[in-house]
Every structure is written in C-alpha cells, then in structure tokens.
C-alpha cells in the first residue's frame, strides 16, 4: 500500500524523526512505500500533492496537533500516540492496512443502529477515519453532529424543565410575554431585571433557551467538521444560525451543515498559488465557503420556507370546522415532523391560535403529540439498548423529563442521527395521540407545560391515555424501523474501526 | 560547528537511579564542557519536556531533551547505566541515556543533525554498538560516524 504519514512531538527534535525513522523502516520491511512529513525543528519537508492525492492509507503519529491536516480529508486515517509509531510501527502499519481493507470492503460500515465502541489497541486508544459508503459516510457526518449537539439538549432541556417544576408552566410566559391560563404578562425585556422578576425559574428558563438556541447551530457545524474538518466548522455553524433564522429548524441545519461541508470539500479540491496557499484556512476558505452557504440558506432555503409555512398555515385554518378527529391526527404528525421547525411551528401557532379563540382541545392535542416523540424515543432506548448508541442512551434518559415537559427538541438527536427510521414513526405515535385527544375530548388551557400543567388539564387520566398511547405506537415503530436496518458488522480482527470525532464527543 | 559529543560528555557508568538525577549528571558534564550556559535553567526546560510525556521508549532507551536558550551548541551527552534508568518507558529502565541539549533558536543544519541523530536511535544495531561500547572514545566514534558519517 501507498502510504503518507506526518510525525509531531511536543520539542521536534527527538520523536519525530525517531518515528519517522520507525515507520519508514517498517514500511520497507513490509514492502510499502512511505513518505513522512516531520512536523519538526529541522525545517518543512512538506509532503505534496501528488503523494497525498495517490496515498491509500494516511498515518498520524503525533501527541501534538498536525498541521494542516484538512490536506488528508477523505482518506483513510490512522491515528497513534507517536510513542506508539517508535516502539512498535510495524503494528501501527498491520492497522493501516486493516483499516484500508475495511475501507474498500463493500459493507465496512458500523451497523445502523450502533457504531462500535472507540477501538483499543495494546492499551493505547486508537482512533481511525474511513471512507466507505455513500450512505454509511453520510450517517457518520450526520452522527458526529448529533454526538456535539446532545450535551445541549440535555442542559438546556433539564433547565426548562426544572424552571417549570420550580416556578410553575407560566415561568415561560413570565419570561417571554404573553397570556397564560388567562393571566397576561409583560415579558422581561431587559435580561439583567431577570432574575429580580421572575426569580431563579425564570433565570434557568432563559438560561435553557439561550443553550436550545445552539442546537441547530451546533449540530450544522459539527456537520460540517465531520466531512471536512476544521474549515467546515464556521461555515457550519453560520448555516446552522441561518437556519434559525429563517426558522428551518433541524431539518434546515442539517441541511445546512451538508452543504457546508460538502462546499468545503469542493474549494479544497481548488489548487492555488503558493503565495495564496498560507492565507486559505484563516482567511479565504472561511469567507469563500460562509458566503456561499449563507447566500444558499437564505435565498435557496429560506424564501420556500416562508412560503410554505404561510401555505400550510392558510391550509390548516382552512381545516377549521372539520372533521375534529382528522385534525387531532394532522396536528399530530405535524408536531413530531420536525420538532421545533416550521411545520412543527405551523402546527403549535394553530394550537395558539384555537386557544385564544376558546378552543382548548386543539391546545390540548398539540401538547400531547409535542410530548410522545421524546417519551418514545426514551422508551426505545429503554428496551431496546443495543439499537441505539451511548450518546443516544444517555439523551434517552433525559427524554423522559424533556417529553414529560412538553420539550420536543429532545427527540431530535435521533432524528437528525436517523431521520429516514425516527421521523416517520415519531409521527405515527404522534397521530394516535392528537387524534384520540380530539376524540375523548381532552382539553388544555395551558399553551406549554406538560405534565406540570396536568391540574389545568380536562380530563387529565384521557389525556395521558393518549400521551402513554402514542409514546408506545412510535416506540415500537422506532424498534421495528431500526431492526429492519440492522446489518452484522465484519470487523477485522483486532482492530475496530469508528468515526473518529464520534470519539471525542462520546 | 563543535562536535555533536566528546570524550568528556560520556559517562559509561551512570550511578544515578533516578530520573532527575541521572539527567542532572549528564547535564552537568555539559556544563562542565561549556555547551550549557545556565544547568539549573537547562535542567528545568528539560523536565518542563519530561513532564509533557516521559521520553522512555522501548528497548531500554531514555532521551531526556530540551531546546533551551542555555544551550550554546547542539550536543549529545551519552550515559550508560547497568542497574537502568526509569524514563516511563513500558518494558523497563534505560540503559542508555541521551541527553539531546539544543539551542533555542538553532539554526536547521543543527537541527538536522540532531534529527539525523534521532532516526539512528531507532536502529537495533546502533543501540547494541552502544551498548558493547568500550571506553568513551568508542561512543564517539560511533556517534561520529553513524549520525554525520565520518
């Protein structure tokens, strides 16, 4: 195999060429060819295209950060502490090889359901890259995003959740402004009065916001990362606000940070004058890159956004007057779609809408199919582990208080991990609870809470019915949708393999 | 340039057990010789190294190193020990020490020689002509001809 490897240590005097030294002789032993970039004291000796370009297989060998590592995107990529290249390169060349066998097998793939846990090798952690699949790399991309994202659902989610138990349903509405149960509130426009008005609840309630406003964000940028490493991340991240803004939701983020990447990847491949090469990561691929994934997200993406949300809107008030059921059902698969995004939002402002014209049930149908995706997917994970990663387990746990508060947003992580299998049967769930709530004729004049609110509830025990009916329709859909994608992973011996900035989040 | 070692900056018999203090008496040969300027401003840049990540590395080696600005010339002390040395390495103490002193802003010929000398530490035969070395002068001349081929 054809193999390119940069060495890295702290000095550059001592390890780097001892490594350097290591592999290439390992390299010759074995009948490879090598070329090694020492990233140390004695000056560049930078690799060039061309051997990057025909390499099979890319070796790290550093306790340090390699430079300009986004040259080696898309290949397979060996990473060992550089102790490990000195003391034993010919294992470190064994996984190289392994690793690119595994790449150019054609099912390599992690299983649907769960990626392998991080490889081990003699003790040493081992983290490696590969390119196979279409749909496999783009499940990875999509896992390395929700791995960066979770961590805020689950704190900016537990924090409303607790100001809700702490200062009642309408902390919300004490915050933000607005009518709650009849009482109508300013809203804190100046967040430094924050806590004097609306006491600690109203603090964490804010504070769990702010941290939500970083989930699209968050997931596009990682997105991003995930297909082309560091220049990714800001025009990641700048697509994911975007999507915020033109109020995309997840979908749109995901949207976005594919594209990011994938225009990163794209002006990567552009080659360039020495003298322009030096300014490329700071400067020109990051303005180059945000301002034509901007430019897409606001007038590709957002402007049909808009357009629909008012179409859908117009179509639901349309609706109106029939058959109540029918509605309960729709509302119901359009809370669970997107969650937090715009037909989600279409759907919730209906709820709004129908609440301030005395219709409490609609309110009442929203709430529950807002709640059933994440108790679903808690309840998924709950019985059927093995599908799920460990990241996904733990936002599991958390769902249980996310779903039981009415916090949709704790489902996407696994929808945005595996729209095509969750979105779908969140939905179906969803449906069974909107429309039985609309037909046993629960009622809610609480526009959020969840179950804090079920003293406001009519007929609490039908509406919990519906909720705990819905959560086990898309619970078992979300099992069976995931056995169904399950493939057995041939996995070479000793040696396994895993997105490696899957690794660093989990 | 001066040489890279002399007689005078190997020791075949390091009596020293400790990491610290075995370092310390190479550094002090160096001193001695006028290749470190400061010793107790050296010995802190190289256990400023040392505590990133051990310098031990399999098959009894131990490369405490530094580049300091009290290092006047790029320079190799070289200590044997029978009893070995712990530099953190996993299969063991070390037996042969080198100490790698370079100057902060060293130019790159220096830096290349010290680079050349770091690829041959790798090499099985070098450590073992180290190892069957019979007075200084052979570790000179080893040196001399393996790293700058004379």
Same mark, same amino acid.
């Given at each position: 195999m054809k193999i390119v490897a940069v060495t890295s240590c702290p000095? @550059?005097? #001592?390890h780097t060429y001892m490594a350097a030294e290591s592999l290439e002789e390992a390299a010759k032993e074995g009948g490879h060819s090598i070329a090694v970039e020492t990233q140390g004291a004695a000056g560049a000796n930078p690799l060039t295209d061309e051997q990057i370009s025909s390499a099979d297989v890319v070796v790290l060998a550093a306790d340090v950060e390699v430079r300009? $590592? +986004? $040259?080696? #995107?898309g290949k397979p990529t060996v990473v060992v502490p550089i102790k490990r290249a000195i003391n034993d390169p010919g294992a470190v060349l064994d996984q190289a090889a392994a690793l690119l066998a595994a790449a150019l097998a054609?099912? !390599?793939? !992690?299983?649907a359901g769960s990626p392998p846990p991080p490889a081990r090798v003699g003790g040493t952690p081992v983290r490696a890259e590969h390119g196979p699949s279409g749909a496999t790399r783009v499940r990875q991309w999509l896992m390395t995003g929700v791995s960066y994202m979770i961590p805020f659902v689950a704190a900016g989610g537990i924090l409303i959740a607790l100001s809700f138990v702490i200062g009642g349903a309408q902390i919300a509405t004490k915050v933000n402004g607005g009518t709650f149960h009849g009482v109508t509130y300013p809203g804190v426009t100046d967040i430094s009065k924050l806590l004097a008005q609306t006491g600690v609840a109203g603090v964490m309630f804010k504070i769990g916001g702010i941290a939500f406003s970083m989930l699209v964000p968050i997931l596009a940028g990682f997105i991003a990362y995930a297909m #082309?490493?560091? !220049? @990714?991340l800001v025009p990641g991240i700048v697509a994911g606000l975007i999507a915020n803004a033109i109020g995309a939701g997840f979908l749109g983020g995901l949207v976005g940070g594919l594209l990011a990447g994938g225009v990163v990847l794209a002006i990567l491949k552009i080659k360039v004058p020495k003298a322009v090469a030096g300014i490329m990561p700071v400067v020109v691929i990051p303005l180059i890159s945000t301002l034509i994934v901007g430019f897409l997200m606001i007038a590709a993406v957002g402007q049909p956004i808009a357009a629909a949300t008012r179409g859908l809107t117009d179509w639901l008030n349309g609706l109106n007057g029939s058959n109540a059921i029918a509605l309960g059902a729709l509302l119901g698969l359009m809370m669970a779609?997107?969650? =937090? =995004?715009p037909v989600n939002k279409v759907a919730y402002t209906f709820g709004l809408a129908s609440l301030a014209a005395g219709n409490q049930q609609v309110m009442a149908a929203v709430m529950a199919a807002g709640m059933t995706p994440p108790l679903a997917l808690a309840l998924a994970t709950a019985v $059927? !582990? @093995? %599908? %799920?990663t460990k990241p996904e387990r733990e936002a599991g746990n958390a769902a249980w208080l996310l779903g039981a508060s009415f916090?949709? +947003? @704790? #489902?996407i992580p696994f929808a945005a991990a595996d729209p095509l299998r969750i979105i779908p049967s969140l939905m179906a769930g969803s449906a069974v609870t909107g429309a039985l709530v609309m037909a046993l004729h629960a009622s809610s004049p609480a526009p959020h809470g969840g179950i804090w609110v079920i003293g406001l509830i009519g007929k609490p025990l039908v509406w919990l019915v519906a909720i705990l009916a819905g959560t086990v329709v898309s619970a078992a859909c979300v099992v069976v949708a995931k056995g169904l994608g399950r493939r057995s992973l041939a996995t070479p011996s000793g040696l396994a393999v895993e997105s490696r900035k899957v690794a660093v989040a989990g | 340039m001066s040489e890279l070692i002399t007689t005078d900056l190997v020791d075949l018999d390091v009596k020293a057990t400790e990491r610290g203090e075995a370092t310390a008496h190479l550094a002090g040969l160096l001193a001695a010789a006028g290749r470190v300027t400061d010793l107790e401003g050296f010995l802190a840049d190289v256990a400023a190294r040392e505590a990133q990540m051990p310098t031990g590395i399999e098959g009894g080696i131990g490369i405490p190193h530094a580049r300091s600005r009290f290092v006047s010339a790029p320079t190799l002390g070289f200590g044997r020990s029978t009893a070995g040395v712990d530099f953190g390495a996993e299969d063991g103490p070390a037996h042969l020490i080198f100490l790698i002193a370079a100057p902060e802003g060293g130019d790159s010929d220096h830096m290349t020689i010290l680079s050349k000398l770091a690829r041959r530490l790798v090499h099985r035969s070098f450590r073992e002509a180290l190892l069957g070395a019979g007075d200084p002068q052979a570790i000179v001349d080893l040196v001399d001809k393996e790293v700058l081929g004379k």
């Open positions: 000095t @550059g005097i #001592a300009n $590592r +986004e $040259r080696f #995107a054609p099912e !390599p793939a !992690p299983t #082309a490493d560091r !220049p @990714g779609f997107d969650m =937090g =995004g $059927r !582990p @093995g %599908f %799920f916090i949709t +947003e @704790g #489902a | -």
